[in-house]
């Protein structure tokens, strides 16, 4: 059973930046496709980013493209989300995830698709 652990979060002003980092335990991170989610307090979570297993492509919710990007470090078992231009309304609790299915990548997914979660780390983004 692989274990994600998230880092990175924390409390920032509007139009600021925060990576969060996921580390993957387990041999066989190199052939998943990793996602970011969130969940605000009183909302369902919902999609983010996503990375294919060889980190070639990305796929990302409308409402942070040109924003944030989603990076995958196959060596160091590590899939990072870069934020930048940070808003208020992206203030969730933000949750690294690995598909269900190996070498599979769709660029769009529901959390059901993922079958292994992080504990979640909170962003915060005061206006």
């Known amino acids: 059973q692989v274990q994600l652990v998230e880092s990175g979060g924390g409390l920032v002003q509007a139009g600021g930046s925060l990576r969060l980092s996921c580390a993957a335990s387990?041999?066989?991170?190199?052939?998943?496709?990793m996602g970011w989610f969130r969940q605000a307090p009183g909302k369902e979570r919902e999609f983010v980013a996503t990375i294919s297993w060889n980190g070639g492509s990305t796929s990302y919710a409308d409402s942070v493209k040109g924003r944030f990007a989603i990076s995958k470090d196959n060596a160091k078992n590590t899939v990072d989300l870069q934020m930048n231009f940070l808003k208020p309304e992206d203030t969730a609790v933000y949750y690294c995830?690995?598909?269900?299915?190996?070498?599979?990548?769709?660029?769009?997914?529901?959390?059901?698709?993922?079958?292994?979660w992080g504990q979640g780390t909170q962003v915060t983004v005061s206006s």
């Open positions: 995830a690995r598909h269900r299915v190996p070498r599979h990548y769709s660029g769009s997914y529901l959390p059901r698709d993922f079958g292994s």
């Open positions: 387990g041999r066989t991170f190199t052939i998943y496709t």
